[in-house]
């Protein structure tokens, strides 16, 4: 007679990790947009299946926002439940920093923002957003997922690890003696009987 197994458990495990990024735009691919974004390339975090990536709205997200600038950032990650983030975005030639600090991300790909300036001061050549005809962007955080699922291992008995193993002979050795046992799984069958 064998017990039974353990069920399988689930553990939360917390995991940080660092990203970063630098986007350089072109100031004419943003003038010349008309009510949409501009992405950056998507990058891969130092945890498992995250990826990041931000996008420009140079005309807001929709008509109510249409002299608003805004930034996004979107983290798209379906193992996690969910990523507590901490980050900025910056324009260093035109000393503009937004700050976020434990934004709440869940499962899936979406996004977290603000706006960074007016449309018009975007444009001014006085604010130093575009140098060169590129405007430069910055981004760093930290990400904190929570909620991963790692299963425990399955602890097996001895029994139940030589009834799954596909050597059907065994030896077992106690002090000087060896008792060689053949056949174990016949042996060990909840049906044989002595």
């Not at 995991?15 to 990024?21: A, D, P, S, V, Y």
């Not at 943003?30 to 995250?50: D, W």
């Not at 962007?137 to 904190?144: A, Q, W």
Request: charged residues 25%; contains cysteine; glycine residues 4%.
């Amino acid at each position: 007679m064998y017990r039974k197994r353990a069920p399988n458990y689930v553990m939360p495990v917390t995991n940080e990790c660092q990203i970063r990024m630098k986007w350089r735009i072109k100031e004419d691919d943003v003038r010349n947009i008309q009510g949409q974004c501009l992405e950056s390339k998507t990058f891969k975090a130092n945890a498992p299946s995250v990826k990041y990536f931000l996008s420009l709205y140079p005309n807001g997200r929709n008509n109510s926002e249409a002299n608003s600038v805004k930034f996004d950032v979107h983290l798209d990650f379906p193992k996690f439940i969910q990523i507590t983030a901490s980050f900025s975005i910056a324009v260093k030639s035109a000393s503009k920093k937004l700050k976020f600090t434990d934004v709440t991300f869940f499962t899936g790909v979406n996004g977290q923002g603000a706006s960074i300036c007016t449309r018009d001061e975007l444009f001014d050549a006085e604010k130093k957003f575009f140098v060169n005809g590129f405007m430069e962007i910055e981004f760093e955080g930290t990400l904190k997922a929570q909620g991963i699922k790692r299963k425990a291992p399955e602890s097996l008995s001895l029994i139940h690890a030589l009834w799954e193993a596909n050597d059907k002979d065994v030896t077992i050795v106690v002090g000087e003696q060896e008792l060689m046992v053949i056949f174990l799984k016949t042996i060990l069958s909840p049906s044989f009987n002595f």
